[in-house]
Protein backbone atom coordinates (compact mmCIF):
# COMPACT_ATOMS: atom_id res chain seq x y z
CA UNK A 1 0.00 0.00 0.00
CA UNK A 2 1.52 3.31 -0.86
CA UNK A 3 1.68 5.72 1.93
CA UNK A 4 2.89 9.35 2.20
CA UNK A 5 3.04 10.58 6.08
CA UNK A 6 3.29 13.75 6.85
CA UNK A 7 4.61 15.04 10.83
CA UNK A 8 6.06 17.90 12.43
CA UNK A 9 3.57 21.01 12.12
CA UNK A 10 1.77 22.72 14.86
CA UNK A 11 2.03 26.06 16.07
CA UNK A 12 5.17 28.40 16.73
CA UNK A 13 5.73 31.87 16.98
CA UNK A 14 6.71 34.42 14.00
CA UNK A 15 10.64 33.78 13.55
CA UNK A 16 10.49 30.20 14.99
CA UNK A 17 11.13 26.90 13.42
CA UNK A 18 9.89 23.74 12.26
CA UNK A 19 11.26 20.59 10.65
CA UNK A 20 8.50 18.64 8.62
CA UNK A 21 9.17 14.98 7.46
CA UNK A 22 7.40 12.82 5.04
CA UNK A 23 7.73 9.36 5.32
CA UNK A 24 7.18 7.09 2.34
CA UNK A 25 5.95 3.72 1.90
CA UNK A 26 5.20 1.18 -0.75
CA UNK A 27 7.35 2.64 -3.27
CA UNK A 28 11.14 4.22 -3.07
CA UNK A 29 11.67 7.89 -3.46
CA UNK A 30 14.59 7.60 -4.89
CA UNK A 31 12.16 6.48 -8.15
CA UNK A 32 10.70 9.99 -7.72
CA UNK A 33 10.98 13.58 -7.27
CA UNK A 34 9.75 14.64 -3.73
CA UNK A 35 7.73 18.21 -3.51
CA UNK A 36 6.77 20.09 -0.61
CA UNK A 37 3.28 22.24 -1.29
CA UNK A 38 1.11 24.32 0.86
CA UNK A 39 -2.41 25.74 0.70
CA UNK A 40 -3.90 28.50 2.67
CA UNK A 41 -6.99 28.78 3.73
CA UNK A 42 -8.92 30.00 0.34
CA UNK A 43 -5.67 29.81 -1.44
CA UNK A 44 -4.50 27.29 -3.92
CA UNK A 45 -2.22 24.70 -3.49
CA UNK A 46 1.30 25.99 -4.33
CA UNK A 47 4.90 24.43 -4.68
CA UNK A 48 7.03 25.44 -1.45
CA UNK A 49 10.17 23.24 -2.37
CA UNK A 50 11.09 20.39 -4.96
CA UNK A 51 14.02 18.12 -4.21
CA UNK A 52 14.73 15.95 -7.80
CA UNK A 53 17.27 13.78 -6.94
CA UNK A 54 20.32 13.30 -3.80
CA UNK A 55 22.87 15.73 -4.40
CA UNK A 56 21.13 17.87 -6.94
CA UNK A 57 20.01 21.58 -6.46
CA UNK A 58 16.49 21.79 -5.53
CA UNK A 59 14.10 24.39 -6.50
CA UNK A 60 12.16 26.48 -3.87
CA UNK A 61 9.46 28.71 -4.34
CA UNK A 62 10.38 32.49 -4.03
CA UNK A 63 8.70 33.56 -0.81
CA UNK A 64 10.96 30.60 0.88
CA UNK A 65 14.40 30.57 -0.47
CA UNK A 66 17.03 31.52 2.14
CA UNK A 67 14.35 30.27 5.39
CA UNK A 68 13.29 26.64 4.20
CA UNK A 69 15.43 23.59 3.31
CA UNK A 70 14.76 20.36 1.71
CA UNK A 71 16.32 17.23 2.17
CA UNK A 72 15.50 13.42 2.10
CA UNK A 73 17.14 10.72 2.79
CA UNK A 74 16.67 7.69 0.74
CA UNK A 75 18.08 4.94 2.62
CA UNK A 76 15.27 6.00 5.35
CA UNK A 77 12.46 6.55 2.55
CA UNK A 78 11.90 9.67 4.11
CA UNK A 79 11.62 13.49 2.91
CA UNK A 80 11.94 16.52 5.23
CA UNK A 81 11.54 20.48 5.20
CA UNK A 82 13.75 22.66 7.61
CA UNK A 83 11.77 26.02 8.33
CA UNK A 84 13.71 28.57 9.41
CA UNK A 85 12.46 32.20 10.05
CA UNK A 86 9.00 31.62 9.72
CA UNK A 87 6.38 33.99 9.30
CA UNK A 88 2.61 34.55 9.66
CA UNK A 89 1.87 34.05 5.73
CA UNK A 90 3.59 30.90 5.48
CA UNK A 91 0.40 29.27 7.55
CA UNK A 92 -0.65 26.46 6.01
CA UNK A 93 -1.63 23.01 5.55
CA UNK A 94 1.71 21.40 4.06
CA UNK A 95 1.50 18.74 1.86
CA UNK A 96 4.41 16.31 0.62
CA UNK A 97 4.37 14.74 -2.94
CA UNK A 98 5.80 11.75 -5.26
CA UNK A 99 6.54 13.44 -8.80
CA UNK A 100 7.55 12.29 -12.06
CA UNK A 101 8.30 14.68 -15.27
CA UNK A 102 6.22 14.06 -18.08
CA UNK A 103 6.39 16.00 -21.61
CA UNK A 104 6.51 19.49 -20.64
CA UNK A 105 5.21 19.32 -16.66
CA UNK A 106 5.28 17.29 -13.12
CA UNK A 107 2.71 15.22 -12.37
CA UNK A 108 1.94 14.02 -8.94
CA UNK A 109 1.56 10.43 -8.44
CA UNK A 110 0.98 10.98 -4.87
CA UNK A 111 0.06 12.92 -1.76
CA UNK A 112 0.04 12.44 1.56
CA UNK A 113 -3.05 13.96 4.09
CA UNK A 114 -1.26 17.38 5.19
CA UNK A 115 -0.16 18.65 8.12
CA UNK A 116 -0.73 22.17 9.34
CA UNK A 117 1.58 25.05 10.24
CA UNK A 118 0.59 27.98 12.26
CA UNK A 119 2.69 30.65 12.36
CA UNK A 120 0.98 33.34 15.50
CA UNK A 121 2.64 35.24 18.26
Known amino acids: QVQLVESGGGLVQPGGSLRLSCAAS????????MSWYRQAPGKGRDMVAR????????NYADSVKGRFTISRDNAKNTMYLQMNSLKPEDTAVYYCSAQRYRGTSWYTDYWGQGTQVTVSS
Open 26 to 33: GFSVSSYA
Open 51 to 58: STSVGGTP
